[in-house]
């Protein structure tokens, strides 16, 4: 049994944690980048599918051809932030089973038979699950994330996963220190007996 987290370590990962638009200007290295991901390979999905694929934004070329695949406020966005994520799902994530979930070798074959549109359902909805992680692990090693939709889907696919065969973009998030004082209020959040059912 795990005991519970310090009041401020919850603090850190959910309570005062906020969402940011501006960062320090203050580079995130390859190797705080490897240690978030090698937080979010250990969230639980689906039959242990990682269908996640990201691409992190780095350079200038990769932010500037990023950017004006986005809304507007995205695109500033991008181009200002340390980093910007491309979390991205595999739809063909069914081929790497027999690796990642070896004690159930029939499963690639029963995926090999579900149509397309059934594995991007669940390609996505594994995908988003660690692209949660992502931003729960960038929290806990001290770092802020903008996670956020307002993109051309298509067009970043064929920008960063042409390469990449049955790889489709499901949302991007900037990522550095935050810059202080920068967000916008707490916005509401409802209590427990608002939208639970203990049934």
């Known amino acids: 049994m795990s005991a519970a987290l310090s009041d ?9 944690a906020r969402t940011y638009n501006h960062y320090l200007d203050k580079p995130v290295g390859q190797d705080v980048l490897a240690a978030i991901w090698d937080l979010v390979k250990f ?3 689906s039959a242990n599918s990682l269908p996640a694929r ?15 695949l986005c809304s507007s406020t995205n695109a500033e966005k991008v181009r200002n932030a340390p980093v910007t994520a491309i979390i991205g799902m595999d739809v063909n994530f069914h081929d790497n089973l027999p690796e990642f979930f070896p004690h159930a070798p029939a499963m690639k074959t029963m995926m090999d038979g579900l149509p397309e549109a059934a594995r991007e359902a669940m390609a996505l909805r594994n995908s988003s699950l ?19 939709s307002g993109f051309n889907n298509a067009a970043v696919d064929a920008a960063f996963f042409a390469d990449m065969p049955g790889v489709k973009s499901n949302f991007i998030a900037t990522l550095g220190y935050g810059e202080s004082g920068t967000p916008h209020a707490r916005l509401p959040r409802p209590d427990f007996a608002r939208f639970n059912t203990i049934a």
């Open 130 to 148: 660690q692209g949660a992680y992502f931003i729960i692990a960038a929290r806990a090693l001290g770092l802020d994330t903008g996670p956020m």
């Open 43 to 45: 969230g639980p999905t």
């Open 8 to 16: 401020a370590a919850l603090d850190q990962l959910f309570r005062t």
């Open 54 to 68: 990201i691409v992190w934004c780095v350079s200038d070329e990769a932010k500037g051809k990023l950017a004006p």
